[in-house]
């Protein structure tokens, strides 16, 4: 409906909708219709820094900056522009980018005379405020370049036959992209030399050319070429320079003709010359060049021509030879005219006059051949070469039939000079032995030839030794000791290791190599045998390294020679002491001697020597123990009780011989075994006169009293037993003691009234002895203590007390009522005797047939024998009958 009811507008809608979407693509065609392009042009200066302000074309165009929606400002070509410059969207406002505008590389292609103009299009948007505005911006030249030569060296060529004031253009001029005043303006040369000056010409074009102006004379012969510097200035404030090094070449012309050095040559020679021999040489020399300076040489139309074949003239070097066999009997003498032509120019004259020695008989001459290399008179030999190795042939020529030569060698060396026997008058220069480079380098020889009629003829002769490595080199010593202190710096300079190569060249040069055993931590310098340790060592790590080094030449094959390294680290005292336990306890049973030996403290010092001695001292309780300084013993001053202080524990520190002392402490716990030098100590009853009330009607099983012990001695040896060992008043039985806890039961009723007395041994189980002590204890039995003094006098009183001989551990074990035998050793006494008799009865018997009077003595010892035993049997019976009233009692 709205396009039909409004067609004009439809189609003017779907118009501008076509032109948002090719806004960018091609804007003009599009807003051609609807808005007026506008020009800018803005003049800056090349190479400005970025962010340089330009111009604003928002102020320039006097738009309306309070208008919404704001103006936007952008660039049609945003790659290109915004390398040179930087526009803001929002203002409007140009700034020169990061990027420096060089106008010889952004109008490199313009002609001079021609401006530099950057060309941009800016968009001016929303659409209602589109326009389209075109931005030209004038770049402005700047005297930022110098001017350059097209190489840095410019050769140019001047005949020396130049006249005055002749000009010659410098065609490789120079360059400046610069325009106007700030190009090229003139040329000047730094050194004329008084012989040149620069003009410059400006041709159609504008460009100027210099031209190199001659002022004086030149001569090649003189000074062949000049160089100087050629500078060229441009109009810059301040200006610019450029330079190039200017040669100016001098060309020969031929100006010269040639000249003999000598023009009168004397030359004199013997009738037998040998055919070839150099007779003289000429020499004419032209100071031209090249094709000018070509010299030849030839004979004058006067000399005749047998004398040019007798004497040769080469016509370029001007050697003249003797080309045949002189004849003596004809002439005397020979003039040679020599002439030395040159292009163009008048030959130059010299005269040779040769004289003729007319030689009746000439003297022996003597021509070496040579086997060894040979060059200029000068023999080398390999010193590997064997004895008897041949030098030389010497052939000794022109002898008459009537003359005889000897020949010998002058001169020392094992050399020897022999006839060779296959042919007369030749001889033999060879070795007599090895030759040696090291001893000799080279020998000086002469070859003497004698002749009978008293001519002398010598031939010197120079032999040179050749080296070869036949020699390794040699260490100054094969042995090298180092001593070195532990904890070095790394790379500790230890030695320069020095060997010596006799040979030459490089066959005497010396490497230095470490052998295979070196350890990694040793560096050699293979030039100069500078020997260092990488790390820090340590003697308690390894006190000793071992190694082998090497000395090799460069010979081929190559020598090389050993020697061993030896270093020691030395001790520094970096180790305290240190006990082989972190403390001692040692074990001494009480009353052990005075100064005897406790323990021994056992200490190590890892370093050496008085590094590693050590001292030991005891820090407290030294005025009751000492200890051994060197061997670590602990003793005690006295005798030690246990009972008195069970526990001593004592600070020992150890103290090296080092500077300073190092030192460490342990502790030492000496504990004290408990001896058996203390019985029980009965506390109570107090006393042996101390009695008890017992009534008489106690009953059987009631516990009476306690015998209470101590004893200071510990363990087994403070154990204490119990036993009643003698009685006085009761019945066997009658009382018994716990033999642990020494309560003290009444085992039977009592019916009599008075005192009763019981012996209580108190005992140990110490070992090896038990200790014991005893004490007394009475009862008084009755119902009151009627009179104190009468049972006083009643314990005072002295009486036998019946001794119970049974161990405390009998009456122990036993069940039931106690039992006591008077004397219970009696059985196992008359058992005894009984034995003895019996076997003496034996012996009798047996020995009964050898004597009757020893017999019959024997039987009356036998009868002495019963009578007391009888005796004793019946005093036994009468003592037991006493102790049964006793118990009764």
Known sequence: MFNSRHPRLSKRGRIWGLCILLLYTNPLSCLANFSQAKELIYKIKEGLPRGTFIGAIGVDLNLDFSVDPPFIFSLAQKKVSEQYVNLNNTTGEL??????????????????????????????????????????????????????????????????????????????SAVDPDLGPHGVQTYWLVNDFGMFTLDVEENEGGELTPFLIVTEALDRETQAEYITDIIAEDGGTPPLLGAATLKIVITDVNDNCPQFKESQINVTLHGNTTKGVHLARLHAFDPDLGANAQISYAYSERVPRDTRSLFHLDKITGVIKLAGKIDTGTATFYKLTVLATGPGCIPAVATVTVHIIKVVTGPPTVIPRYIAPEKDGVVTIKESEPAFSPIAFFTVKNIDKNQR?????????????????????????ETTEPLDFERTQEYDLILVANSTRGIVIKTFLKVQVLDENDNAPVFQQSLVEISVEENNP???????????????????????????????????????????????????????????????????????????????????????????????????????????????????????????????????????????????????????????????????????????????????????????????????????????????????????????????????????????IKRKGGEPGSFAIDPETGNITLKRELSNRGLYSLLVKVSDHGQPEPLYSTVMVNFFVNETVSNESYIQSLLTREADIEVEERPWYIGHMAEGPERYEPFPCQPVLIALSVTCLGLFFLVVTLTSYICCRRFKKNRMKRSEVEIPLKIQNDSMQVVNRKLRQISNI
């Not at 001047?158 to 004031?165: G, L, S, T």
């Not at 030449?553 to 520094?572: F, H, L």
């Open 490 to 724: 790394p790379n500790t300079f230890l030695t320069q290791l020095q060997a010596s190569d006799q040979d030459s060249e490089s066959r005497g040069e010396v490497l230095y190599l470490l052998g295979g055993d070196a350890p990694g931590i040793f560096v050699v310098d293979r030039v100069t045998g500078i020997l260092t340790v990488a790390t820090s060592l340590d003697r308690e790590e390894k006190e000793t390294y071992r190694f082998i080094v090497r000395a090799v030449d460069q010979g081929t094959p190559r020598r090389e020679s050993i020697a061993t390294v030896v270093v020691t680290v030395q001790d520094r005292n970096d180790n305290s002491p240190r006990f082989i336990n972190k403390d001692f306890t040692f074990f001494v049973p009480e009353n052990f001697p005075g100064y005897g030996e406790i323990g021994v403290l056992s200490v190590t010092d890892a370093d050496a020597g008085e590094n590693g001695w050590v001292a030991l001292s005891i820090l407290n309780g030294s005025d009751i123990f000492m200890i051994d300084t060197g061997r670590g013993a602990l003793r005690a001053k006295t005798s030690l009780d246990r009972e008195q202080q069970g526990t001593y524990q004592l600070w020992i520190e150890a103290v090296d011989g080092g500077e300073p002392a190092l030192s460490s402490v342990t502790m030492v716990t000496v504990l004290l075994l408990d001896v058996n030098d203390n019985p029980p100590i009965v506390l109570f009853p107090q006393s042996n006169q101390s009695y008890m009330l017992v009534l008489p009607n106690t009953v059987p099983g009631t516990s009476i009293t306690e015998v209470y012990a101590v004893d200071k001695d510990t363990g087994m040896n403070a154990v204490i037993a119990y036993s009643i």
């Open 405 to 429: 030569v000897d020949c010998y060698l002058e001169g020392p060396g094992p050399f020897r000079l022999s006839p060779y026997q296959l042919f007369k008058n030749e001889y033999l220069l």
């Open 95 to 172: 700034y020169t980018s990061a990027t420096e505008i060089d106008r010889e590389t952004l109008c490199a292609d313009n002609l001079e005379g021609q401006g530099c103009v950057l060309s941009l299009d800016v968009f001016v948007l929303p659409q209602q405020y589109f326009q389209l505005v075109k931005v030209k911006i004038l770049i402005e030249d700047v005297n930022d370049n110098r001017p350059k030569f097209p190489t840095d060296e410019i050769t140019m060529s001047v005949p020396e036959n130049a006249p005055i004031n002749a000009r010659y253009a410098v065609e490789q």
